[in-house]
């Protein structure tokens, strides 16, 4: 029967008893006889779909890259100092919690948040770290003018949103009732995959702290949960390779400049958390085999404390 979506043509065919010198005449013989088609054809009626002769996309399948870290710049009237990184971390990760709620109805980020639920995650610090860092561009070598947000099990679409829309967190340095609070400004450098992250925090065997390590436990007088052996059970937990050397630093060896702080100088306590178990203390570390960066371990290693630098 005929559909709407078909139309009829007429083809030029054989009779079935047809000769091959009937068929294989000249057009210019046809012309002089006044015949419109060789003798032994005729024209017969088809039906075919109307887009039977339109070429047809094949759609490829693509395979959605996913995003572990994004970098932006940090700008303020006066940048952060570094011994400020814990709080600096916190309002960064308020502003983009902030942002994402506007965006999704009052929805919580499992991957910014750390939390589903309700309740903390357990997957072996899987959601987001917010690191801010101190860049060879900065004006000091005390100056915050980096964030790396950086995810081990990958942004999500509105995660990514965020990232795509985010272009300031609060300043809470100053809160006086007579003045408005400022903001620093963020500006998306780069958007990476995960095996992009070695040119941002680099790969090496041996690693020592930028920031200062807070233990997870109180260490014991009689040794057990000491800071080393802490740091030695975490990089296990992590599936990092062996650790063939842990020495401590009872202060940075990172100094490059007068007036860098010592690891008790930095702020070491969110608002309303509890206070380290330890005083703060740095590592170097040697592993059996490079390690690729970002490397933080430690008590608040989701707000830049702990982290490490190759060396």
């Given at each position: 029967g005929e559909g709407k979506n078909t139309t009829s043509l007429q083809v030029l065919?054989?009779?079935?008893?047809?000769?091959?010198?009937?068929?294989?005449?000249?057009?210019?013989?046809?012309?002089?006889?006044g015949y419109n088609r060789p003798p032994g054809s005729r024209f017969l009626s088809y039906r075919r779909a109307q887009d039977a002769l339109t070429p047809k996309r094949q759609q490829r399948k693509t395979t959605e890259i996913v995003r572990h870290l994004a970098v932006f710049l940090i700008?303020?009237?006066?940048?952060?100092?570094?011994?400020?990184?814990?709080?600096?971390?916190?309002?960064?990760?308020?502003?983009?919690?902030?942002?994402?709620?506007?965006?999704?109805?009052?929805?919580?980020?499992?991957?910014?948040?750390?939390?589903?639920n309700g309740e903390a995650r357990s997957d072996d610090h899987q959601h987001a770290f917010f690191l801010p860092h101190c860049s060879d561009f900065a004006p000091r070598e005390s100056a915050l003018?980096?964030?790396?947000?950086?995810?081990?099990?990958?942004?999500?679409?509105?995660?990514?949103?965020v990232i795509k829309r985010i272009r300031s967190f609060p300043d809470l340095r100053r809160q006086s009732s007579g003045r408005s609070r400022e903001r620093f400004k963020l500006t998306p450098i780069e958007l990476l995959g995960k095996d992009e992250c070695s040119h941002v925090f680099g790969t090496s065997r041996?690693?020592?702290?930028?920031s200062p390590f807070l233990c997870n436990r109180h260490p014991k007088r009689n040794g057990k949960d000491s800071p080393e052996e802490q740091v030695r059970l975490e990089c296990q937990r992590?599936?990092?390779?062996?650790?063939?050397?842990?020495?401590?630093?009872?202060?940075?060896?990172?100094?490059?400049?007068?007036?860098?702080?010592r690891w008790v100088d930095y702020v070491s306590r969110r608002w309303r958390k509890q206070s380290p178990k330890a005083p703060p203390c740095g590592f170097r570390l040697r592993f059996a085999e490079p390690v690729?960066?970002?490397?933080?371990?430690?008590?608040?290693?989701?707000?830049?404390?702990?982290?490490?630098?190759?060396?």
């Open positions: 065919c054989p009779e079935p008893k047809a000769t091959l010198a009937q068929l294989m005449v000249e057009t210019y013989d046809l012309q002089k006889k700008q303020a009237r006066v940048l952060p100092h570094r011994k400020d990184l814990l709080r600096i971390a916190d309002w960064a990760r308020m502003g983009f919690n902030g942002r994402y709620g506007r965006l999704f109805d009052d929805q919580v980020s499992a991957c910014f948040t750390g939390k589903k003018d980096r964030l790396y947000l950086y995810a081990p099990e990958g942004f999500g679409r509105n995660e990514l949103e041996t690693w020592v702290s930028w992590r599936g990092l390779p062996e650790l063939l050397e842990v020495e401590f630093l009872a202060e940075p060896v990172l100094k490059k400049e007068r007036g860098l702080p690729t960066g970002p490397l933080v371990l430690g008590g608040e290693c989701h707000f830049g404390m702990g982290q490490f630098v190759p060396e």
